[in-house]
């Protein structure tokens, strides 16, 4: 069975500043992908970031990059330049390669930017 | 055009009724689900449907039926509605099932009184 765990509490950010959001992972598959999720207080989910089990280079996405550390279990996100609209929760989720496989999502964490 | 369309967006309904939530997408999507988020915001998934197939199906009490009509719609009824039901019901879909990248409709916010 895969496991997220997101343990940090709500976290704070000074307006144009880098973030990094904690994530580790428990999985004994070999083959797996780790995105991170955006829930704005308008609620609708977004989906944000993807790193894969095998890949070598850590997932960049504008802003958004992926500190990917396969050995410790753990896909930490990085939000570079802060903006006000950056204010969410963030969701980090895991799935086994395979379609009939669930893509397992953490509890959470709250950012939020200051100005 | 919204790519993930969710009606209604909010229910309010009393214990023991039943109600529906419809989900399109105009995406060509292959596969669809339904998520469950809690109020303390944890997201669980439900089903799964892949070109019509129920592919993922959590231990979900069977008052939740989802009906998949074709590749595009994903609807969910629920029977004998329970106050443990109030949540955000989230339809979500993706190219194919094998990918975690999903796109979510805006939610459904249900409150059974």
């Known amino acids: 069975a895969q496991k997220i765990t997101q343990t940090q509490p709500g976290m704070f950010v000074q307006e144009k500043e880098a973030v990094t959001l904690d994530c580790t992972y428990d999985?004994?598959?070999?083959?797996?992908?780790l995105f991170w999720y955006k829930q704005p207080s308008s609620g609708e989910m977004i989906f944000l970031i993807y790193?894969?089990?095998?890949?070598?280079q850590n997932a960049t996405e504008g802003r958004y990059s992926l500190n990917f550390q396969k050995a410790r279990k753990s896909a930490n996100l990085v939000i570079s330049a802060s903006q006000l609209g950056d204010s969410a929760m963030y969701f980090c989720?895991?799935?086994?390669?395979?379609?009939?496989?669930?893509?397992?999502f953490g509890k959470g964490i709250t950012l939020s930017v200051r100005p | 055009d919204t790519a993930v369309s969710q009606t209604p967006k909010y229910l309010v309904t009393q214990m023991g009724n039943d109600k529906s939530i419809k989900c399109e997408q105009n995406?060509?999507?292959?596969?669809m689900y339904w998520y469950k988020q809690d109020s303390k915001k944890f997201l669980k998934i439900m089903f799964s449907?892949?070109?019509?197939?129920?592919?993922i199906n959590e231990t979900v009490p069977n008052r939740f039926s989802p009906k998949s009509p074709d590749k595009a719609h994903l609807n969910l009824h629920i029977n004998s509605l329970e106050l443990g039901d109030s949540a955000v019901y989230f339809c979500?879909?993706?190219?194919?099932?094998?990918?975690?990248?999903?796109?979510f409709g805006e939610g459904s916010r249900l409150t059974v009184l």
């Open positions: 790193q894969g089990s095998y890949d070598q």
């Open positions: 999985t004994s598959d070999p083959s797996y992908g």
């Open positions: 995406l060509g999507h292959d596969t």
């Open positions: 449907y892949n070109n019509k197939e129920l592919i």
């Open positions: 979500a879909s993706s190219r194919r099932a094998n990918t975690g990248e999903l796109f």
């Open positions: 989720a895991t799935k086994i390669t395979g379609a009939n496989s669930k893509l397992t």
